[in-house]
């Protein structure tokens, strides 16, 4: 199509691309940057004209400056399992609500809003751990602002501890760490901020830059110090919205009830959710029903950080989906279907990840900074002498960054972090899991295994110069 447009052979543009360390086949599409390249070699000037889907990105409207106004921080809980993630949010979720308001929260939406006593407000994702965190920012969803990482004080730093840790880190999110069960003997928590400052982790009682609360969420203990201590976090952060533009959110949850149809949980992020309201989320379209929080309670409007559950959509969006209040019902419907049917031609995902064979490609288009890479082995030597080794193939153009490193089989939550940060996975002497290996697969994302690590470092070497050869 291309050759055709510019009217030369099309050989000439294949060679072309060649040239550029790519090796296409007749009928392949090309990228917007790689179209830009190839035609102007020929002369020619690329003008894009979007397709209509992509508009619908700027169907969120842009917040007006004399409009902002503070919003509150949205929270995600992290940490080892059975280090008390799930009961510190039972204790807030009780605690904070029967005060002020009328009837505690009764009903697991996926998200809750509490209000201090002096009227402060944090919302919480009702889902703990990194894996949903990591999903939702996989789909292109950036909900969480702060995240808390528990650490049971009886208990020491643990592989999910790590994991979390990483998660937070390559979201760029800021954490709070809770130092948990501290009511439970044998609770030392000096022996857990030695551990992470030997992980480069620095709290500030020690003159770094993590906050930390000892908490028990069996005696509610300190909690309200460590709320404090978020809002703090959030303080810094400046977070602010416009309550007065078309609503717009991301999907937490969405499932089918038997008596209600189906039943979305949407965290509003910017604008005003009203009832009535035309809305598009996913490939699914509809008109809000009701809106009800999670005391139960029906409700005309939800602003910004406020999570609500939607009755109207005309099918179940995935979470991470952005959510947006459109202009008119049928134009809300003409998008979804046109997402559904690009869907259906084109399965399910369409973002391309970064592999070691694209390196070249993206080298020689010149927009490649940075490698992201996981390193998952068998041992701790090993893994840190391969890591170490990575690191120092950091070049002037390109920055090699460890995101994550740790002993085990290659997990999907390992690929759902490659996923959600770009990054490509090795494995030395383990395999990823089969779960792993499918959703790899589904996200095309680059897991390369070997079993000597001369190897690994010589083929990340030579893809960085941009001379790996490809593979058929
Ligand atoms: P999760 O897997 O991280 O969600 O952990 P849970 O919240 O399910 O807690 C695991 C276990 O630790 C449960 O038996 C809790 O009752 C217990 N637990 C959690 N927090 C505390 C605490 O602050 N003090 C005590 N004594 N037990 C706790």
Same mark, same amino acid.
Request: glycine share 8%; proline share 4%; net charge negative.
């Given at each position: ?243 007065? $533009?078309?609503? !717009?959110?991301?999907? #937490? /949850?969405?499932?089918? &009830? ?5 039943? +979305? ?110 390193? $998952?082995?068998? !041992?701790?030597?090993? #893994? /840190?002498?391969?890591? &170490? ?5 950091? +070049? ?77």
């Amino acid at each position: 199509e291309l050759a055709n447009l510019m009217d030369v052979p099309v050989t000439q543009v294949i060679s072309t691309c060649m040239s550029l360390g790519m090796f296409v086949s007749i009928n392949q599409r090309l990228d917007a940057e790689t179209l830009t390249i190839v035609a102007d070699e020929f002369g020619y000037q690329v003008e894009f004209i979007k397709p209509e889907d992509e508009q619908v990105a700027e169907l969120e409207e842009p917040d007006k400056e004399e409009n902002l106004v503070p919003r509150a921080p949205i929270v995600t809980v992290m940490g080892h399992v059975d280090h008390g993630k799930t009961s510190l949010l039972d204790y807030i979720r009780k605690a904070n609500v029967t005060k002020g308001e009328a009837g505690g929260i009764t009903q697991h939406i996926g998200a809750y809003l509490v209000t201090l006593d002096d009227g402060r407000k944090i919302t919480f994702l009702d889902t703990p751990g990194h894996e949903a965190f990591t999903a939702m920012r996989a789909r292109g969803a950036k909900v969480t602002d702060i995240v808390i990482i528990v650490i049971a004080a009886d208990d020491a730093v643990m592989p999910q501890t790590i994991e979390a840790i990483n998660h937070a880190q390559a979201a760029g999110s800021p954490i709070v760490f809770a130092f948990t069960k501290i009511d439970k003997p044998g609770a030392n928590s000096d022996r857990i901020r030695e551990q992470l400052a030997n992980m480069n982790i620095l709290v500030e009682e020690w003159g770094g830059k993590y906050q930390t609360q000892e908490i028990s969420a069996k005696t509610g203990e300190n909690v309200e110090l460590l709320l404090e201590k978020v809002l703090l976090e959030a303080e810094l952060l400046d977070l602010k919205a416009d309550p007065k $533009k078309r609503g !717009v959110g991301s999907v #937490i /949850e969405s499932a089918l &009830d038997k008596g209600r149809g189906i039943v +979305t949980t949407v965290l509003v992020q910017g604008g005003t959710l009203r009832v009535g309201d035309p809305i598009l989320a996913g490939p699914y379209s509809g008109k809000v029903k009701a809106l009800i929080n999670e005391r139960g309670e029906r409700v005309k409007e939800a602003g910004p950080s406020v999570p609500v559950q939607i009755l109207g959509m005309s099918g179940a969006p995935t979470a991470g989906d952005k959510l947006y209040v459109m202009e008119s019902e049928s134009e809300a419907r003409q998008v979804a279907n046109k997402r559904l049917q690009l869907q259906r031609e084109q399965g399910m995902r369409a973002t391309k990840h970064i592999t070691l064979d694209e390196i070249g490609r993206r080298l020689a288009i010149g927009n490649f900074k940075e490698l992201n890479i996981i390193v $998952k082995g068998d !041992v701790d030597g090993s #893994i /840190e002498a391969l890591s &170490d080794a990575l690191l120092k193939l950091s +070049t002037d153009e390109i920055q090699v960054n460890i995101i994550h490193k740790s002993v085990g089989a290659i997990s999907e939550s390992d690929v759902l972090l490659a996923s959600a940060s770009d990054a490509i996975i090795i494995g030395f002497q383990v395999r990823p899991t089969q779960g792993a290996r499918k959703l790899a697969e589904q996200e095309q994302i680059d897991v390369r295994l070997y079993s000597i690590i001369y190897d690994a470092i010589e083929e990340i070497k030579s893809a960085m110069e941009g001379m790996l050869a490809p593979k058929y």
